[in-house]
Structures are given as structure tokens and as C-alpha cells.
């Protein structure tokens, strides 16, 4: 036990002598002998006044809305229960999205954090709304009447109605500009676009239809612009079919969750990423014929074999493949796209004509604004969704500039670190409570609808703005007007509006764009004809670049390199517990950030994990524990953004350190890797709150792996043990997971909704490094020893629902039974709290309640106020201190799914029941079904040569089965 | 032989209050019996007997959710707004509804927390509402009749394991109450 774990001291000690025990005694042998005279609690039923027709008590009702956990912008169905949301789901009616992410789904308890603000703020003042719209109103009138620039400051907004709006302000109000920042930007991307094609946007990437996929520094199954989306597409091609299965490559300085899925990662700093590019279009070139120069010293340090096994695979899938790039350097990006044309994947892979909104932010009017800002130029400044005193580079000149301003206004949902700071606060409603659309795509619209009145005194941001340029109506009447005037002429199906709307509505989603458009194959989109002397010109700004950049490589210092979390993104969600106890898919830290160093560099330094390393840049420096990570790029360390959050809240307050200001601005294009990095050992050491310490599977077949070329060889039949037990007799259902290990990700959405829909507890930071955590499902990644070329595999590890459970037969007071459907139960009510179970399961999958983890204040999360309580399923108890509990299968689902059959008077059908984890799944990785059937889904896929068990040589005989994992490479090649 | 006596004495008193405790804990949990004042003096044998309103009509979530459910006020008004005859409990009924104020009834039937017990999948079974209610449309107050202990339910679903072809088996497996 480390000395330097902190005891929690808040209870008084127990009186402890024996004269008081005899008395507690004496008196609860006296009080259950008067229980016959006296019952429980009274309870109370407290039925509707007038209920509303479409509620009925204890059934669920289902609303499609649209996701605002970051700017994709996914499509969503929310369950509400008694008129509150409790668990998200995504929108299978989407044709671009399915599932949600950890993000999404943990969203819903933001909802209900207690910290969020109760209503507007004057001056740091509670005012009423009318009072605020008064000094608002009269402030910005003199601002207009002096002439002055009002700026609104704004996250991406891809909602057309509020585009609208803006685009209102702008044409009625004299000096109003509209100003997007995004944290972690793509505005090199979006410049690129334009100067290419002529349309200032991101392109919408279509990963399923490439055969080759090439990603250079861009994590986008985790992270970047639409990760749902891109895993649903990506997983598409992941079926092992030698003719179809696609083929990936990941050029990164971290190791992202993207990279460790990559068939081949290569380890590369992320200065070199234009280098990278331009080898890639160098190769590419020169087989279309095309001659490009290149400095001769381009490809030090970038694994050439890589580069040219790349090169070939992307030239022979041709029109089928994808080269995607993070990088916030423009020429860059336009070499990227000249790979892409070249490759003739421009209209097929990589759609410029239909383009994302996900990513709008404009790095350069921002910083713009900012000058204008110091130089005491704007008089009005509106923050709508941005924390600029947090996640900008340089806060303090930010800061400087906000002091300026005559009147500034926050929509922010709390008092964080830039509503601290401004005159107004006027609360923006959280988005399940607000009307809003959205469209992630271009032509693919989506709707919000609120799923739950609004709690607080908060109104929409939109309806704010209505209000101060003085008009009539609200923001739901707004957009339906504009839906009515600009979506629903795009349709033939619906006369009448209100049926549109309705059934968009119903829907949540309407997608204008042509089945032509949507489909694989349609023409080519032409590029500008200044493209090609702009590539050429561009391939030699990179060059320019690298040759300048060898010199600073050669100096002998590091390069950090800045990334999102797939938990925590850019910080937003500091204060959503669910997400800071998010083992991360690479590294499985939660609680706070580190610096990850490859062993090499470790070694060097004379550091192992948990010592604090100092990193110093210029006059920035940073205090975090180091984390060895194997893959990680020679002389390059990782550190995530979206930590150290001073005005977060209880929960995400002061956790973990702020990396932000390590992002380096090139004419205020911001970019995410800053070279010149000073490395030293503190001599400290703190520990890493991590839930797997231990990455090798020890030589055991716990993640089986084949490649392609060795698929079709057939596996060995698995010896059937035999058996101690008796044959168990069966019922009519026999309920089973399968999960497809080609298609998960590692993404960790389940474990969210796992916990979302199972009312699991956060137990906090200390709790976690005595590896105490609750979560039901954990994703295990296991990592090969090299450390140049690590091969990681990850796999969701629930109950296994063993026919011969370990567990079942070493429980004294049979709390843990096996049901006649195959399902391993643990009845809460019946456990004592033995834990001989846990030591039991060979899987390790069982948790065990060690304190009362809801109610308590020692455990201050969302279980601890009513507010947070609001977002418990209604469906699953919580438990107590002292019972051991594990994952069910769903088993409320499962009941629910049969009683839903046996009212419609029939058999429950194959997808009636999926278990939480399944339906957020953007993957499609795992699916429950009845094993019993021969037809469904999970009994096919279990009759797959892949189907394998995992520590079947136990004799266990568990109903969760996994495919194998199917990598698409030759065995010559690393990893 | 005083003490002979004195011991024996002690040994009955003894046996006697185990006896009793046994009773008393024995009844932990079991409510049989209970039948608590309402805020408004409801009349079941009046309603539900005399005026012959189905089960159904006002605890319509029996066949659909997990709750019966006591009717939403404006079930009472569909009748009571029309009808002419007033009692003085329908009068502060719609002195509650004209004030907005929900009623708080006290709950007769309770099971713990640690049960899942859902309505509409033994009403569509064919579970008869006095099979575990009693007769309710004879009762002016609600009275508890069944012991609703564990053993009570186990009991009934033991008695029906052979059903037909559309009713399936009571189920027995711990984890379909206990989750």
C-alpha cells in the first residue's frame, strides 16, 4: 500500500467500547421485536394532476434530437423516462450516422450537473432576465450608435437556422462580424479546400469506400471532425474479405486510438508530417508521370518501406482510396489533395461538392480579433460555446483584450474560466432541453427537439439574440420558418409543411442530398485549374519548410506533440465524471493527464511511470507524470489537451495540467506540436490513476490474431473438454454475445453506456489506483513487446455468462445463479459480500461495492445530490455497500424485449433486444442474440471459423465469443 | 427449591420472548393487512363494485408499464365534472385540482427495492387483479390481502409451470425479479 495515497478522514470514529455496544445491541433486539407493530417508511404515490396523453408511467418515451457534445453534430434518440432524459442512443433512421460516441453518451449527465448556472448574471451578480436584457440592450444600442465592431464569437455552428440568424445580425447591424473558433482547429484544411476547389470548407471523408487509407497525424476514429461516423465507415471495410478488406496506415508522433487499429503504424514526429506528404506525392507522381522535386534528405527519419507500400497500395486502389491529413499547414493540405486528385479520389473518397460543417473555426480572424481586441478596436464581444481564457495559446493576451471590451457576454451553461471574466452571463439551455437543427453534412439536415422542460432559468442563445435585435419571435418559431422556406422545398414527398415537419421531426434527421450524390460512384469533381501550378508551388513551400526544420531537429531537444482525448475532447467535458473515469482506449489513465516518452527517451532521462517530468517551452513550463509508451516517435512526447481546467466545477477542477499553451501559432494558424522541448526529471513521483498496468496477454490466446493470407487456413478445431458438470438443462432462449474484434475500435463508447444504463458508480481518482473502478465492461488493449513496432489489440471484457461459471459454485449463499436463458445472475439482495466470486472469475470482470457509492459525500459525484440521481435508469437498482455486481447482459433489456414481444402476442425477434453495448456501438462490433436460434445474427456469426472463446481451456463454457482479429498484412511486415 | 422455581420461571419467560421475537421478525416486511387512511376517502365497493367501473379504466398502465398506477386526477373528472351529486370528498377534490395540487396517496401494495415487479407482464398472462389484490371491489378502504412476501409469489408461480401454447411459464430463475 504506497504511503502517499491520502486516507479520506471526514466520519468520526465508531464508538468502540463494550458498554455502548451491549446498549446498540440491547436495543435492536428491543426495536425488531416492536417491527411487528409498526411498518416500513410510509410511501407515497404521487400520480399526474392531468397526465399527457403520450406519457405513460414506467414506459419510455423515445425523442430523435442531435448531439452537441462537439460539433459532428450526430444524430440521437434520447429515452426519457417521467419527462427526463436518461440514456442517449444514436439514430439508426441517419444515413451518415449510427451509435454515439463515449462523448455523446455521457452527455446526458451534463444535464444534470448541479453546477450549472440557475440563471443569467450581471456583473457576477444573479440578475432576472429582464434586468440583463436592459443593460444589454442599452449598451450594445450605444455601441451600434457609436459606430463600433461587435464581434461574435462562436465554436463551429453547423445548424442552418442559426447561421441564419447570424447572417441577420450581420445584414442589419452595422459592424457585427461573425467569428469562428474552434480549440483544436482545421482551419489549414479549410483553406486548402478554397484555394483548391474554391469552397472554404472541410471535405466530408467517405472511408468505406476506400480500399487504401493513409491517415498522417489525423485520429479519425477517435477524435477529428466526425469520429462516429468514420468508425461506422471504417468498419465497413474491416470485414475480412481479401477482395474488399481495407488496408490502413497511420503516420503519427502519439499513439492515437486511430493508429493502433492501423495495419501499419509508423512512428514519425509530427514536424515531419508535411514530409511525409510530400514523399507520399513524390512516389504517387512519379508513377502518374508526373515530375515533383524533393529535397534528398526528405525522408530521413520516415520508414521508406512504409512510404512505398503506401504509395503502391493507394496507386493500385485508385478512385478507391484515402489520404486524410490533420496537419494545420496549408501546403500541406494542398499536397494532400494533389495525392488525392492525382489518385482520382476526389468525388468518390474525398467529397468537396457536399462538404462537412463540422470544422469551421477561422484561425486567422481570430487572431485578428484578438489584435483588434488590444488595440481596444471592439467595443461588443458575444461568446457563444467558446472558453478562450482556457484553451487559447495565449490566455493572458486574451485576457488583456476581454478587459477592453465594453460590453462582453457568455451563453456559457456555468461560471468557467472566460464567463468569470465577462459582464453577462446569460446561460445558454442545455441542448436535450432546446430547439435547434443541424447539418453536419451539406444537404443532410438534422433537428433537436428538447427531451425535458428547461430546468433552469436559462434561455437558447438563439432566442437571446432574437431578443436584441428586437424581434418578434422565438427561436422554435425561427426555425421552423426557415425550415418551411429553405428544407422543405428540397422534398416531393410532403404537401403540406406540417407533415414534413412532423415526420422530420419523428425522423430527426432529413437528408436532401440525391441517392446519386449519396451512392458510391459519380463524376469527378473538376479541380480549379490554378491547381496544378498550386500544388507544384505548394510540394515546394513544404520542402522549404523540412529543410529549414532539419536544422532545428538536429539541435537535440524534443517535440511535444498535442492531441484530444477521446473522453475529455477539448475540455468541455472537465466536469462530467463519467468521462474523467474513462480509462483511455491507448493508455487506460483516468483522472488527469501525462507525458507520454517512448522507453527510449524514458531511459535516457531516468524516468519510469508516474515520475514527474518538467517540460519546458521558451518560458512556458509543465509539471506532468511520464508514461511510457511503446510506438511512441523518437524524440517526440505526447500530452493531451483538454486537462487542467480551473473553473470547471468539483469534479473536473484542478485535474490534471493545461497543455494549451504549448500550441504554437504561425500567423495565427494554430498548430498542435511545438519543437524545442526541454525535458527534465523532477525527481517526483504521482502516481497514475490507470486501470491496466499489465499489457501482455503472457503468451495466452486472449486476443486471437491472423492475418489476411492466413485466414483461410483453417483453424483447430477446440478440443471439447470434459466435463465435471452435468450437462445444465436448457430453456426456450439461450442469450450470447458475440463481439467482432475486426470492427471494434477500442473506441470505449460502451463502457459509457454501460454505465449510463446500469446506474454504475464513479468512485474517483483514489479509488481507481487501488483498482477499485466499477465499470462493468472494461476494453483490455494488449500491446506485442517491441518497442519500435508494438502491435496493440484491444477487446471488450464483460461477464462472460459461463454455462460452467466459476463463480456460481463458490458462493456460499447462492447469490450468483445461472438463469434457465444462460445468463449468470447476481441477485443483490442475497450477497453478504463473501467476494470468494471475484477471486473465482478467471476474467476478472466482477466488481465489488466498497462503500456506498451513492448518497455518500465521500464519493461527491453525480450520485450524490438529486439532480445528478435524475439520470438513474429507473430499471436497474443501485447497489448498496457490500454486494458484488458485474454485467447482466442488459437483463432489464432482455425483459423488456420479451414483454414487448409476448404483448404483440409473438416469439421476441432476432435485434429486438440489444444490450446498451451493442446499440451505441458506432462499430457494430458486438451483438447479443439468442444462441438457441439458428437463424439470428449471433449464431451464425458463432458458427464463423473466427468464433473463439476466450480461456476456453478453462472449461468454462462462456456465451460471449469473439471473432478473431484479422489484420490486413503480410507477416513480413511490423506492425 | 425456591431457585428451582425462580430458574423455571426464567426458562418459560425466556421461551416466551423467543417465541415472540420469532413472530415479530417473522413479520418484518409483510404488510398483510395494512390498510392506511387516504387523503381522499376513495370508495372501491362504491366505484369498482356498486357503479361495476372496470379495474382497467382508471389503473390502465396494468396492461402496458410495470405500474398499475393510480389514476391522474383528470381520470376522476371525466366523471366527476358531470355528475350532479357532490359529497364533500369530491368537493375537495376539485378544490385540489382548482389549486393545481396533486395527490398524495399513500402507497398500500409495496415491495422493496430490491424487486422488479411489473404489472403488464402478468395481466397479460391472465393474472386476475384479485388474485393478489383480493376482492377490492368489496373493500371501502384498500386493504392489503396477501402476505406479498416472497414465498407467497413463488408459491403461485410454482402452480403454474404447464400453461398453453400462447401463455408461457411462470418463470422461476432468481434474476427475473432480483435485478
Known amino acids: 500500500m504506497s504511503s502517499s495515497l491520502t486516507f479520506w478522514s471526514g466520519r468520526d470514529e465508531v464508538d468502540a467500547s463494550r458498554r455502548d455496544f451491549l446498549t446498540r445491541v440491547g436495543f435492536a433486539v428491543a426495536a425488531s421485536a416492536l417491527t411487528g407493530c409498526s411498518r416500513g417508511v410510509v410511501q407515497k404515490a404521487i400520480p399526474y394532476l392531468n397526465k399527457p396523453e403520450e406519457i405513460t408511467p414506467g414506459v419510455a418515451a423515445w425523442y430523435a434530437t442531435t448531439c452537441a457534445g462537439c460539433a459532428a453534430g450526430c444524430a440521437l434518440l434520447v429515452k426519457t423516462r417521467d419527462g427526463r432524459p436518461i440514456k442517449i442512443e444514436g439514430n439508426d433512421e441517419s444515413r451518415l450516422f449510427g451509435g454515439t460516441c463515449a462523448t455523446g453518451q455521457a452527455s446526458v449527465l451534463s444535464l444534470y450537473d448541479a453546477e450549472r448556472l440557475k440563471g443569467p448574471l450581471w456583473k457576477g451578480e444573479p440578475a432576472t432576465w429582464a434586468e440583463v436584457d436592459a443593460q444589454i440592450e442599452q449598451r450594445l444600442g450605444a455601441v451600434i450608435a457609436g459606430g463600433h465592431a461587435i464581434v461574435l464569437l462562436t465554436g463551429t455552428i453547423s445548424s442552418p437556422s442559426t447561421r441564419a440568424l447570424i447572417a441577420e445580425w450581420t445584414a442589419r447591424v452595422p459592424r457585427f462580424r461573425h467569428v469562428v473558433y474552434d480549440a483544436v482547429s482545421s482551419s489549414a484544411l479549410m483553406r486548402a479546400t478554397e484555394a483548391c476547389f474554391g469552397i472554404r470548407a472541410v471535405p466530408h471523408y467517405r472511408f468505406d469506400l476506400a480500399a487504401t487509407i493513409v491517415g498522417i497525424e489525423a485520429d479519425f476514429l477517435g477524435t477529428w471532425i466526425s469520429p462516429v461516423e468514420f468508425t461506422r465507415q471504417y468498419a465497413r471495410g474491416r470485414r475480412p474479405d481479401p477482395r474488399t478488406m481495407s488496408r490502413h496506415y497511420q503516420f503519427e508522433a502519439g499513439v492515437s486510438l486511430t493508429g493502433s487499429n492501423a495495419d501499419w503504424r509508423v512512428a514519425v514526429p509530427a514536424s515531419l508530417q508535411g514530409a511525409v506528404a510530400l514523399a507520399l506525392l513524390h512516389r504517387i507522381a512519379a508513377t502518374a508521370g508526373v515530375a515533383v522535386d524533393v529535397p534528398p534528405d526528405l525522408e530521413a527519419g520516415i520508414d521508406a518501406r512504409a512510404l512505398t507500400a503506401a504509395a503502391d497500395d493507394l496507386w493500385r486502389h485508385r478512385g478507391a482510396s484515402l489520404v486524410v491529413s490533420g496537419s494545420q499547414d496549408m501546403a500541406t493540405q494542398v499536397v494532400v489533395y494533389a495525392i488525392n486528385a492525382l489518385l482520382d479520389n476526389v468525388g468518390v473518397t474525398v467529397d468537396v461538392e457536399s462538404p462537412s460543417l463540422q470544422k469551421q473555426g477561422d484561425d486567422e480572424a481570430v487572431a485578428q480579433l484578438v489584435d483588434e481586441m488590444n488595440r481596444g478596436d471592439v467595443h461588443a464581444l458575444m461568446l457563444y460555446g467558446v472558453n478562450p481564457l482556457y484553451d487559447y495559446p495565449d490566455t493572458a493576451r486574451f485576457a488583456r483584450g476581454l478587459e477592453s471590451v465594453a460590453l462582453t457576454i457568455s451563453f456559457a451553461d456555468r461560471l468557467d474560466e472566460t464567463a468569470a471574466r465577462v459582464h453577462a452571463v446569460c446561460p445558454d439551455h442545455h441542448f436535450l432541453e432546446a430547439w435547434n437543427d443541424a447539418e453536419p453534412v451539406a444537404s443532410s439536415f438534422s433537428l433537436s427537439q428538447p427531451t425535458i422542460a428547461p430546468m433552469l432559468d436559462t434561455r437558447a442563445a438563439q432566442d437571446s439574440l432574437l431578443k436584441w435585435l428586437a424581434k418578434e419571435n422565438d427561436f422554435y418559431s425561427y426555425i421552423r420558418d426557415y425550415w418551411r422556406h429553405n428544407v422543405f422545398p428540397l422534398q416531393s414527398t410532403f404537401a403540406p409543411f406540417d407533415a414534413f415537419w412532423d415526420r422530420a421531426l419523428h425522423d430527426g434527421v432529413f437528408d436532401a442530398r440525391t441517392a446519386r450524390e449519396v451512392s458510391a460512384r459519380r463524376d469527378r469533381s473538376k479541380p480549379a485549374a490554378r491547381f496544378v501550378e498550386l500544388w507544384k508551388s505548394a510540394a515546394d513551400t513544404v520542402a522549404g519548410q523540412h529543410e529549414r526544420g532539419s536544422v532545428a531537429r538536429a539541435a537535440g531537444r524534443y517535440e511535444a506533440h498535442l492531441f484530444e482525448t477521446v473522453a475529455l475532447r477539448d475540455g468541455r467535458h472537465a466536469n462530467n465524471p463519467w468521462l474523467q473515469e474513462l480509462p483511455d482506449p491507448v493508455t487506460k489513465i483516468t483522472w488527469g493527464n501525462c507525458v507520454a516518452l517512448s522507453p527510449a527517451v524514458a531511459r535516457d532521462l531516468h524516468v519510469s511511470s508516474g515520475d514527474v517530468v518538467r517540460v519546458m517551452a521558451g518560458h512556458d513550463t509543465f509539471e506532468l507524470p511520464a508514461y511510457l509508451q511503446a510506438g511512441q516517435a523518437a524524440r517526440t512526447v505526447s500530452i493531451a489537451l483538454g486537462y487542467g481546467r480551473e473553473r470547471a466545477g468539483k469534479v473536473g477542477g484542478r485535474v490534471g495540467t493545461n497543455a494549451f499553451a504549448l500550441v504554437t501559432a504561425d500567423l495565427g494558424v494554430r498548430r498542435y506540436f511545438r519543437e524545442g522541448i526541454v525535458l527534465e526529471k523532477t525527481g517526483r513521483h504521482e502516481a497514475l490513476a490507470t486501470t491496466q498496468e499489465h499489457h501482455s496477454m503472457e503468451g495466452r490466446p486472449i486476443v486471437k490474431t491472423t492475418s489476411l493470407a492466413d485466414l483461410a487456413i483453417e483453424p483447430p478445431a477446440p478440443s471439447e473438454m470434459p466435463s465435471l458438470w452435468a450437462e445444465r438443462e436448457g430453456g426456450e432462449h439461450r442469450w450470447g454475445l458475440v463481439i467482432d474484434l475486426n470492427s471494434c475500435t477500442g473506441c470505449s463508447a460502451c463502457v459509457t453506456a454501460c454505465q449510463a444504463e446500469n446506474n454504475v458508480p464513479v468512485v474517483g481518482r483514489d479509488e481507481v489506483l487501488r483498482g477499485r473502478e466499477m465499470h462493468w465492461l472494461r476494453i483490455d488493449a494488449y500491446t506485442t513487446d517491441s518497442e519500435e513496432h508494438p502491435e496493440t489489440v484491444v477487446q471488450p471484457m464483460m461477464c462472460q455468462h459461463c454455462e460452467n461459471a466459476p463463480c456460481e459454485s463458490v458462493c456460499p449463499v447462492l447469490a450468483t445463479v445461472h438463469s434457465s436463458d444462460g445468463l449468470n445472475q447476481q441477485i443483490y439482495n442475497r450477497c453478504v459480500g463473501t467476494r470468494y466470486c471475484e477471486n473465482n472469475c478467471p476474467y476478472k470482470v466482477r466488481r465489488f461495492n466498497w462503500f456506498e457509492y451513492a448518497q455518500n459525500d465521500r464519493f461527491d459525484f453525480n450520485m450524490n445530490n438529486p439532480v445528478g440521481r435524475m439520470v438513474l435508469n429507473p430499471d436497474v437498482v443501485v447497489r448498496s455497500r457490500g454486494v458484488m455486481e458485474k454485467c447482466s447482459m442488459c437483463v432489464q433489456r432482455v425483459q423488456a424485449g420479451k414483454l414487448l414481444a409476448r404483448q404483440e402476442d409473438r416469439a421476441p425477434a432476432d435485434g429486438d433486444i440489444k444490450t446498451a453495448c451493442q446499440q451505441v456501438c458506432p462499430a457494430e462490433a458486438i451483438v447479443f442474440g439468442d444462441l438457441n436460434d439458428p437463424r439470428s445474427r449471433a449464431a451464425t456469426m458463432r458458427r464463423s471459423g473466427r468464433y473463439y472463446r476466450v480461456l476456453d481451456e478453462l472449461g468454462t463454457k462462456p456465451n460471449v465469443g469473439y471473432l478473431t482479429k484479422v489484420r490486413n498484412r503480410t507477416t513480413s511486415e511490423p506492425g | ?179
Not at chain 2, 413479520?27 to 376517502?41: D, L, M, S
Not at chain 2, 430490491?114 to 393474472?127: D, K, R, T
Not at chain 2, 411462470?170 to 432480483?178: Q, V
Request: net charge positive; hydrophobic share 40%; aromatic share 6%.
Open chain 2, 1 to 179: 427449591m425456591r431457585w428451582r422455581v425462580l430458574v423455571a420461571a426464567a426458562l418459560v419467560a425466556c421461551g416466551a420472548l423467543t417465541g415472540l421475537l420469532a413472530h415479530a421478525l417473522s413479520r418484518v416486511g409483510n404488510n398483510q393487512g395494512y390498510a392506511p387512511e387516504q387523503p381522499i376517502a376513495f370508495s372501491h365497493k362504491l366505484h369498482a363494485g356498486d357503479a361495476r367501473v372496470p379495474c382497467l379504466y382508471c389503473h390502465f398502465g396494468a396492461t402496458t408499464s410495470r405500474h398499475a398506477g393510480i389514476p391522474p386526477v383528470n381520470v376522476c373528472m371525466n366523471c366527476h365534472g358531470l355528475l350532479k351529486k357532490q359529497t364533500r370528498d369530491i368537493e375537495r377534490l376539485k378544490e385540489l385540482v382548482e389549486r393545481a395540487q396533486p395527490i398524495a396517496w399513500v402507497k398500500v401494495h409495496n415491495l422493496p427495492d430490491f424487486v422488479y415487479f411489473n404489472h403488464s407482464q402478468h395481466v397479460i398472462s391472465g393474472v386476475e387483479c384479485q388474485s393478489c389484490h383480493g376482492r377490492v371491489e368489496t373493500m371501502v378502504r384498500v386493504t392489503q390481502q396477501a402476505p406479498l412476501t416472497m414465498g407467497w409469489c413463488i408459491q403461485c408461480h410454482r402452480s403454474h409451470q404447464t400453461v398453453d401454447a400462447h401463455t408461457p411459464a411462470a418463470n422461476l430463475d432468481c434474476g427475473k425479479c432480483h435485478y
